[in-house]
């Protein structure tokens, strides 16, 4: 059973710049979040996205945007990409636990962006 | 106040010892409670998670929850230095639609 997988895993920009990270979630699993992990941070939520709309963001400019696709996988964009943008992307998909009402999160290994 | 709070570490026990993490949460609505380790340049991967008041076992790994006093604490018996990895205490903070906050995170280091 394949996991969360995101592409690409490494990447090089320059200021000014966009780009566009992908995900596509764990088999069974319809919601997807973002999250931004700075070099020793904690991940900061950046949005989640659900039946194909955004439904919670976090306090990202919207320099960031995403989109969800029929089949659940997502992309992330991040438009004028400056210094600060530089991080770990990482992809989650969930499944709400009906036993106790858990939303719980698997990763995909991430997207490593630097901006130059 | 941030809504997750850990001590960043470097939290330093000997192998065989028992590793003690804590987390403190500022929303006391919160339901669930999740414990996730991180190896350096690795992602996340969920450890366990609990939600009822009280102690959670799961082999050498025992999370403890005190709703009242919004305090949550993964123990980890026997360290090994294969333990030795960042553990992210994270909260689902109710919002209308449940969202996952991170606290920055407890380096753990068991040494040999």
């Known amino acids: 059973d394949a996991g969360v997988t995101q592409s690409p895993t490494h990447l090089i920009k320059t200021r000014g710049q966009q780009v566009t990270l992908r995900c596509s979630p764990k088999?069974?699993?319809?919601?997807v979040s973002w999250y931004q992990q700075a070099l020793g941070q904690g991940p900061q939520f950046i949005f989640q996205y659900y039946e194909e709309e955004e439904r919670q963001r976090g306090n990202f400019p919207d320099r960031f945007s995403g989109h969800q696709f029929p089949n659940y996988s997502s992309e992330l964009n991040v438009n004028a990409l400056l210094l600060g943008d530089s991080a770990l992307y990482l992809c989650?998909?969930?499944?709400?636990?009906?036993?106790?009402?858990?939303?719980?999160?698997?990763f995909g290994a991430g997207s490593r962006l630097t901006v130059l | 106040q941030k809504e997750v709070e850990q001590n960043s570490g470097p939290l330093s026990v000997p192998e065989g010892a028992i590793a003690s993490l804590n987390c403190t949460y500022s929303?006391?609505?919160?339901?669930?409670f999740f414990w996730y380790r991180q190896y350096s340049g690795k992602s996340p991967e969920l450890i366990m998670f609990?939600?009822?008041?009280g102690d959670k076992e799961d082999g050498r790994f025992t999370a403890q929850l005190n709703k009242a006093s919004q305090y949550v604490s993964l123990l980890i018996r026997d360290s090994q230095p294969s333990d030795s990895a960042t553990y992210l205490c994270a909260v689902n903070i109710r919002t209308g639609f449940q969202k996952l906050v991170f606290g920055t995170g407890t380096r753990l280091l068991v040494s040999p």
């Open positions: 088999s069974g699993h319809d919601t």
């Open positions: 929303d006391r609505g919160s339901q669930s």
């Open positions: 609990i939600y009822s008041n």
């Open positions: 989650a998909s969930s499944l709400v636990l009906a036993s106790s009402g858990a939303n719980v999160l698997t």
